[in-house]
């Protein structure tokens, strides 16, 4: 099917579509409980409490560098399920297409997504395939939700950050946003930087294991990046955090195209990052604990938490002052995730 | 290029004493640019100059000084099935007398963000059925773009593209400042990018006449330092003239043949600045020869006047004459979500950079953060 293109027969429920189910979705996703395919997937019991998460995603480009659409959409929903304190197990997977999307294309997406599910131990266990004609979509939209078990008591959540809790970041901010905005064409500017894309369930795995219910809470910092994560966490557990910009890693190719484009490293996404409130006693633990794995190599304490003024977010300056650190305003910037 | 050491905190350190050393009275002065605002109240390097040291925030954010009945011509042109309206996405959000390009795209208007002026001639090339009309914002350092762009129209026969220019000068609105008699500023910081294309030259006269140091500034924690530092120096020298601490990127003659391109194009005559008024020979339009390309004149002239909400100070504070927290609605009726004036949404508007960086509640110490236990 390399020369053809998708048509609005491989959405009707006919021939044309069961084909694209036969000979790409499970072909390539291959496991029992898909490959019943019922109109549900019936899953074993998982043993313990369970996380539900879903994300839809519609990047632009569909290929950027480090990824595309579809590990994007399959780390993303892991990675969700991950700052639940669970490890994800089974996957669902919704495709809206755009009508004349390249065959080709949809095979190297779903390739990915197998592959990054197969990375994780995670099965797409179940899906869903929709066509709308040309200019009612862009190419390709995906849809993926997830489910995973929970082992640790208790299970992290934003609720339980508390004053004096330190804040670690597991990476370089905004490697994702800048590979994706260097790759539209007109930009007109090309860096070496690619995706973070990549799911944190090891990582994650591993901060639990060393501090256990000393982790308060996870987030990854997708959408509105770190700023939006810390005034998450400020607003829903009524304190304030501060953040010391000194410690923040940035990539000195992001720090320049940031700089070109007027944006600020705090605002862009990540996909292969997480953020934990820790308490202060298994700080060094969990440091210790992400530097041991590849994905944490450059973690770092980046600020902490305090009673201060509830919702308030304020970041020390490379110079010593003071700012606040607000929700970003508005969305002027291309999609990226 | 390594941003680095134009952010080193060690130099920026050695500066700030320096400035302190310098400064034995009070002295206001005025950045130029919204993208200096920005950055001074991103860094907190307000709170770190000396007490005495005031710094004011000029009119250098273009879309807030687009007039809002520009805005008003450029939504009522989107709302016309020809055309397709580009512009850069800064411009999106900034209300005109009763509606925004955001809004005009989502009535069914074919607004499109580019991100330059060549990018509006392309869509002309791809779209030979419709009219590409390109909403062209900026000083100086954007109207060599838009030069290029009406220049290969012109030469490539490209009839379905035009221009509605928007373009103001950054001297003649400093002239203006200066001859005003309210007129408090000491010393200015002149944008580092649009000297990059006009030169110091054009301020020569400006320092020597009203007797005022002027200092070609960049963007860049040590840059503003230097900057700041060079006119507090000539301050208290009693001297006044253009200096140059933006080396990396502005050369004293400025790039001439973005000049050229501009002067071969565009010719000045005044405009009116939204909430400031008519100022002289500070707008650029199109010379008579590229009238085939002017928007104004393909689709008649914009609607008459319009007004701001009475409680906005917008004009003001764009004249450094108030800063946005002594405005009354400034983080009440007035938000980045709800915006009364136009500094309040843009990008490098100063209401917005104080909304961003600067409600933080007194009192703030300056323990680093992972410097105390638990509260």
Same mark, same amino acid.
């Given at each position: ?37 019922? *109109?549900?997937? @019936? $899953?074993?019991?998982?043993? +313990?409490?369970?996380?539900? #998460?879903?994300? /839809? ?107 004096? *809790?330190?804040? @670690? $970041?597991?990476?370089?901010? +905004?490697?994702?946003?800048? #590979?994706?905005? /260097? ?111 590849? $994905? ?42 | ?25 009070p002295w206001v002065i005025m950045e130029t640019c919204g993208g200096q605002t920005h950055a001074i109240l991103r860094l907190g390097l307000d709170q770190l100059l000396p007490r005495g040291l005031e710094l004011v925030h000029g009119p250098g954010c273009p879309v807030c000084v687009t007039p809002a009945p520009l805005i008003d011509h450029a939504i009522a042109l989107a709302a016309r099935p020809e055309v397709i309206l580009a512009t850069f ?147 208290e020298a009693g001297e006044a003239r253009v200096e140059n601490a933006y080396e990396r990127v502005v050369h004293h003659e400025g790039n001439l043949q973005a000049q050229d391109a501009i002067w071969n194009v565009f010719m000045s005559r005044g405009r009116e600045w939204r909430g400031i008024g008519l100022i002289p020979a500070s707008g650029l339009t199109l010379k008579p020869e590229y009238s085939a390309w002017n928007a104004q004149l393909k689709f008649g002239p914009p609607a008459e006047t319009s007004t701001e909400p009475g409680i906005c100070i917008s004009g003001l504070v764009l004249q450094g004459l108030k800063k946005p927290p002594e405005c009354p609605a400034f983080g009440r009726e007035c938000t980045p979500g709800h ?37």
């Amino acid at each position: 099917m390399n020369n053809e293109r998708i048509q609005l027969g491989h959405g009707s429920g006919g021939r044309m579509m069961n084909e694209l189910i036969h000979d790409l979705f499970r072909r390539r996703f291959s496991n029992p409980q898909l490959n019943a395919l019922d *109109d549900g997937a @019936i $899953l074993p019991e998982p043993g +313990g409490r369970l996380a539900f #998460a879903t994300d /839809s995603f519609v990047v632009d480009p569909l290929f950027f560098p480090g990824g595309n659409i579809g590990d994007l959409a399959v780390n993303g929903t892991i990675n969700d399920l991950c700052m639940c304190g669970s490890r994800p197990l089974w996957l669902s997977a919704g495709f809206i297409i755009e009508e004349g999307l390249a065959c080709s294309d949809l095979e190297i997406i779903v390739g990915a997504m197998a592959a990054a599910a197969a990375a994780a131990q995670v099965r797409i266990v179940t899906g869903d395939t929709k066509v709308v004609e040309r200019g009612k979509a862009d190419r390709l939209f995906i849809n993926t939700s997830g489910i995973g078990v929970i082992s640790h008591n208790p299970a992290p959540g934003s609720c339980r950050i508390e004053p004096g *809790d330190r804040l @670690i $970041l597991s990476g370089t901010l +905004g490697d994702h946003g800048i #590979a994706v905005l /260097s790759q539209r064409s007109h930009l007109g500017f090309s860096t070496p930087l690619q995706s973070d894309t990549a799911p944190l369930h090891e990582l994650t795995a591993r901060l639990l294991e060393a501090c256990g219910g000393g982790v308060h809470a996870m987030r990854d910092p997708t959408r509105g990046g770190l700023a939006a994560l810390c005034n998450e966490f400020a607003r829903s557990a009524g304190v304030e955090i501060r953040l010391d910009e000194t410690a923040l890693p940035v990539r000195p190719e992001v720090a320049a195209a940031c700089e070109l484009l007027g944006l600020d490293p705090l605002y862009i996404a990540n996909e292969g990052k997480l953020v934990a409130a820790v308490a202060a006693d298994a700080a060094e633990r969990a440091l210790e604990a992400l530097k041991s794995h590849p $994905l944490g190599r450059e973690a770092a304490v980046i600020g902490e938490v305090r009673k201060g003024e509830a919702g308030l977010v304020a970041m020390r300056t490379i110079l010593g002052g003071w700012r606040v650190v607000d929700l970003p305003a508005g969305e002027l910037l291309p999609r990226i995730c | 290029m390594n941003l680095a050491p134009f952010r080193d905190p060690a130099i920026a350190a050695r500066l700030i004493e320096e400035t302190h050393r310098v400064q034995s009275r009070p002295w206001v002065i005025m950045e130029t640019c919204g993208g200096q605002t920005h950055a001074i109240l991103r860094l907190g390097l307000d709170q770190l100059l000396p007490r005495g040291l005031e710094l004011v925030h000029g009119p250098g954010c273009p879309v807030c000084v687009t007039p809002a009945p520009l805005i008003d011509h450029a939504i009522a042109l989107a709302a016309r099935p020809e055309v397709i309206l580009a512009t850069f996405g800064d411009m999106m959000r900034v209300p005109g007398t009763a509606s925004t390009l955001f809004a005009a795209r989502a009535a069914g208007g074919d607004v499109r963000m580019v991100y330059s002026a060549l990018d509006a001639l392309e869509l002309a090339h791809t779209n030979p059925d419709r009219e590409v009309v390109f909403f062209a914002i900026g000083f100086e350092t954007t109207a060599p773009g838009s030069a290029q762009a009406v220049m290969r129209a012109r030469s490539q026969g490209v009839a379905n593209f035009s221009l509605l220019s928007a373009h103001v000068l950054v001297p003649a609105a400093i002239r203006y400042l200066l001859e005003d008699p309210g007129n408090r500023v000491q010393g200015y910081l002149a944008a580092g990018h649009a000297c990059a294309v006009l030169g110091g030259q054009p301020y020569e006269e400006l320092a020597a006449r009203f007797h005022v140091p002027i200092v070609i500034t960049g963007f860049e924690a040590i840059d503003l330092l230097r900057g700041i530092l060079r006119v507090v120096q000539m301050l208290e020298a009693g001297e006044a003239r253009v200096e140059n601490a933006y080396e990396r990127v502005v050369h004293h003659e400025g790039n001439l043949q973005a000049q050229d391109a501009i002067w071969n194009v565009f010719m000045s005559r005044g405009r009116e600045w939204r909430g400031i008024g008519l100022i002289p020979a500070s707008g650029l339009t199109l010379k008579p020869e590229y009238s085939a390309w002017n928007a104004q004149l393909k689709f008649g002239p914009p609607a008459e006047t319009s007004t701001e909400p009475g409680i906005c100070i917008s004009g003001l504070v764009l004249q450094g004459l108030k800063k946005p927290p002594e405005c009354p609605a400034f983080g009440r009726e007035c938000t980045p979500g709800h915006p009364l004036g136009a500094p309040m949404v843009s990008a490098e508007g100063a209401c917005a950079a104080y909304f961003s960086y600067q409600r933080m509640p007194e009192g703030r110490d300056d323990k680093s953060p992972g410097s105390e236990g638990a509260a």
